[in-house]
């Protein structure tokens, strides 16, 4: 029996080039150093209630643009590399970073960390004067809503009060002339029956 020969194709190796990630083991400085520089500008750490994210998308839509960075992350990735890379700062082990790049690459991403640690601490410092300079605002503008209110309930009270007082008034200045109307009638009267008293007399004295 005869065994046919087996034919062995050569192996074509893939020019596909891998995906970057932050995951890596050494992760490249310049990705970070990029990223820094955008949150800088972008300051997520400002965002309000809810507006947090929105400033992550912006982060990841201007370092997308950036020649030369190539990592596929979303906002949400690219949030958590920042939040990782400031609590190791943190936490003092910036030198566990310094395991691949230039000493320069280093010093730089080391200097923008520090910055930006700088100014969230700084915003959270003020933000409980904020948070009192607000409370004022919205109190002063109750107060101010409510001394209104209590402003135009009162004109409400003194109009209502002018309205009930109208008819009084013209009462009190129409019992006068309602008096005086009934004396000059009576003086009529008595003048009518002094003069028929007066013709019944001449009457008599005729006759």
């Given amino acids: 029996m ?6 062995f194709l050569p192996c074509q190796q893939s020019t596909a080039q891998p995906t ?12 970070d150093i990029q ?7 972008s300051k997520p750490w400002e965002a309000g209630y809810g507006k947090v994210m929105a400033a992550w998308v912006e982060v990841c839509r201007e370092v997308n643009r950036i020649p030369g960075f190539k ?18 700062h943190c936490e003092g082990e910036v030198a566990s970073m310094r ?4 000493s320069e690459d280093y010093t730089e991403r080391d200097l923008l960390l520090t910055d930006i640690k700088a100014r969230m601490d700084d915003f959270d410092k003020t933000a ?6 607000v409370k004022r605002k919205i109190d002063s503008i109750e107060n101010s809503g409510a001394l209104m209110r209590r402003m135009a309930m ?8 002018e309205k009930d007082d109208t008819p009084r008034k013209k009462k009190k200045n129409q019992a006068p002339s309602h008096d005086i109307s009934c004396l000059m009638d009576t003086i009529k009267q008595g003048i009518d029956e002094k003069v028929k008293r007066k013709s019944h007399k001449k009457i008599e004295t005729i006759i």
């Fill in 71 to 88: 990592i596929n992350k979303k906002p949400e990735g690219l949030k958590t590399r920042f939040d990782l890379l400031i609590k190791t």
């Fill in 99 to 102: 395991k691949s790049g230039t």
């Fill in 35 to 41: 990223l820094f520089k955008q949150v800088n500008l």
């Fill in 20 to 31: 970057q990630s932050y995951k890596s083991t050494t992760p490249n400085p310049f990705h």
């Fill in 128 to 133: 409980a004067a904020r948070k009192n300079t």
């Fill in 2 to 7: 005869t065994i046919p020969s087996l034919r």
């Fill in 154 to 161: 009162g004109n409400l009270d003194a109009q209502g009060d």
